[in-house]
């Protein structure tokens, strides 16, 4: 049966007068045909044509998991010593009298790739169909956030296991395997991302990488997170204190918490993406830590961790029933302290509801 997902890009195709939309990136193929599958160097490519029946093209040796999957079309394999794109063609010309008009995924696929493709279709225009996708992956319907529901779930689980391996002496990576490793025996196959855990100043690098440093009393730790649950991704950040914290860590981190409530308060169909940022903003910068928040307020989050929208300063992007992202206010002064709130939510008809709900208020691990 063909999906809601498939049948608005079928609709865009017909609209834009395309005539097949042959999207190669795992993440867009899994969202539009139920199957996931990481197939590293090999191609793995779903064309969907305006009028005809779409079908998923595999490697053979995942051709028998492609049909076991929800994707109920056909499925076409290719063995390694084979040239892919000679059948790939050879199937789009069998499902499609038309080839004048692709729609590729520009911001995907590689130049070499591409390259293969027009030797095949010498005549074709190529559009382009990412940004297509990101605005239909904008607004989540109901077993996509159930689904996200769970993953902050996790999330939160992540959390409470990190917080109890806080220990003198315990470097950040060993909390970084023990939360990973706990995860994976319950189960889970795949964090959003790799697991953070930044302690004392190191936290105020908002990308840092977890090393072999080590928690000393009265550090503050900080945990940014997610797992991925059915394919969907969750994304959170807490601090926790080892110990008391200095004046001024006690300052910051009170500053951001109501930047992030403040913002979270606000969140409504209506408003836009760019009014969020500037609510945490300005709090932010009224207390005169303003050139230390030095990014924007959150992202959006789906089957990808960063997805659209882009809750930044000056978007005039309205926020609409279903979309998903982050709020996630910081403050970074380097080599002195580093705090970062986050939650991510789901807009709902009169405001928004969080997918994790560990408390906000400042955790001391003693
Ligand atoms: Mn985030
Ligand atoms: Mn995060």
Redesign the pocket.
């Known amino acids: 049966m063909i999906n809601k997902k498939l049948t608005y890009l079928k609709e865009w195709l017909i609209e834009s007068k395309i005539d097949c939309a042959l999207l190669t990136d795992p993440e867009n193929i899994a969202y539009y045909s139920g199957f996931k599958s990481e197939p590293h160097e090999r191609i793995l490519a779903l064309a969907i044509f305006p009028s005809t029946d779409p079908f998923l093209f595999t490697p053979s040796l995942d051709m028998k998991d492609a049909q076991n999957s929800e994707w109920s079309f056909s499925v076409y394999g290719y063995l390694d010593n084979e040239n892919p794109w000679s059948i790939l063609s050879k199937k789009i010309q069998e499902a499609t009298t038309s080839t004048e008009c692709f729609a590729i995924e520009k911001s995907f696929l590689t130049v070499e790739r591409y390259e293969k493709l027009c030797l095949f279709f010498k005549n074709s225009t190529f559009e382009n169909v990412s940004e297509k996708i990101q605005e239909m992956k904008l607004i989540k319907d109901s077993s996509e956030i159930k689904k996200m529901i769970e993953a902050g779930k996790w999330a939160d689980k992540a959390l409470e296991i990190g917080f109890n391996t806080i220990k003198e002496g315990i470097s950040e990576e060993e909390i970084v395997a023990e939360i990973d490793y706990q995860l994976k025996k319950q189960g889970i196959k795949e964090m959003s ?1 790799e697991t ?1 855990v930044l302690t004392g100043d190191h936290a105020a690098s908002p990308h840092g990488v977890p090393g072999a440093r080590k928690i000393k009393k009265n550090d503050m730790v900080l945990f ?3 797992v991925v649950y059915n394919g969907y991704t969750s ?3 807490r601090m926790a204190i080892f110990g008391k914290p200095s004046k001024e860590a006690e300052k910051v981190y009170s500053i951001v918490l109501k930047a992030h409530q403040a913002a979270i308060a606000a969140v409504k169909p209506g408003i836009s993406a760019g009014q969020l940022d500037k609510i945490a903003r300005d709090i932010i910068t009224n207390e005169g830590y303003g050139e230390y928040f030095t990014h924007r307020l959150g992202h959006g989050l789906g089957s990808n961790v960063h997805e659209f929208p882009s809750i930044m300063e000056g978007s005039e992007l309205i926020i609409k029933e279903g979309m998903c992202f ?1 709020i ?1 206010p910081g403050i970074y002064i380097p080599e002195v302290v580093g705090v970062r709130i ?1 939650d991510c939510l789901y807009v709902t008809k009169n405001g928004c509801e969080l997918f994790t709900t560990t408390p906000t208020a400042f955790k001391s691990i003693v």
């Open positions: 991302f953070m940014d997170l997610g994304d959170v950040t982050s996630e986050e």
